[in-house]
């Protein structure tokens, strides 16, 4: 089954740097930028924000800004406010529907002796100390040495196969990779 995926190229430090920090500008800026994103979150969760207490992801993101989250049982509009401030603060380098790929690559990376997508590409690994998600979104974070090791894997086994579609994953993640590091910066990314 393939699910919705944005990834971010993107300053982790700058990125980092907006916990605890009250930031009313970039807060305003996302409102502004974003609305439509924030709108369709309260239209998806609408039920969770009203009838379960579950924030809604603009005061989710003020927030983070503000170092103090404050509903822990409800970590997916922390990280739906994450997706928000990655689109403002990042370059998209990825981006549509995606099947999780790790059946096609993971078989190739034991053979090459190189780590398992799921350490290549960081998931589960939140580049701030949010609320975990329990289902949707997943997040994962590449710091910038991690995408050079990124593109060195994907080297060493885009020759041990023929098949298309593992080219076309291995080209794509590839790409996200390297354009990070062009620009020395991480990763960050989310499946929805």
């Known amino acids: 089954m393939a699910y919705q995926h944005a990834v971010f190229a993107i300053d982790l430090k700058a990125f980092r740097d907006v ?4 930031n009313p500008a970039l807060g305003d800026d996302i409102r502004d930028d974003q609305a439509e994103a924030i709108a369709s979150n ?5 039920e969770d924000i009203v009838q379960h207490g579950a924030p809604v992801v603009a005061r989710a993101m003020y927030e983070i800004f503000a170092g103090r989250p404050e509903k822990s ?3 997916f509009q922390y990280g ?3 997706k928000l401030i ?5 370059e998209q380098v990825g981006g549509g529907e995606l099947a999780w790929f790790d059946e096609l690559l993971d078989p190739l990376l034991a053979q090459a ?4 997508v799921e350490h290549m590409m960081g998931r589960g690994v939140l580049p701030l100390e949010i609320p975990r998600p329990t289902d949707f979104p997943e997040i994962g974070t ?7 090791n990124g593109i060195e894997a994907l080297a060493l086994i885009r020759p041990l196969t023929t098949d298309p579609t593992t080219l076309r994953v291995i080209d794509e993640v590839r790409g996200w990779f390297e354009t990070a590091a062009k620009s020395k910066r991480g990763l960050i990314w989310f499946v929805y």
């Open 80 to 82: 739906y406010a994450l």
């Open 86 to 90: 990655a689109c403002q603060l990042g």
């Open 73 to 75: 049982r409800h970590g």
């Open 42 to 46: 309260y239209e998806q969760f609408e």
């Open 19 to 22: 916990w605890g920090r009250e």
């Open 142 to 148: 590449v710091e910038l040495g991690g995408c050079a």
């Open 113 to 116: 002796r190189c780590p398992s």
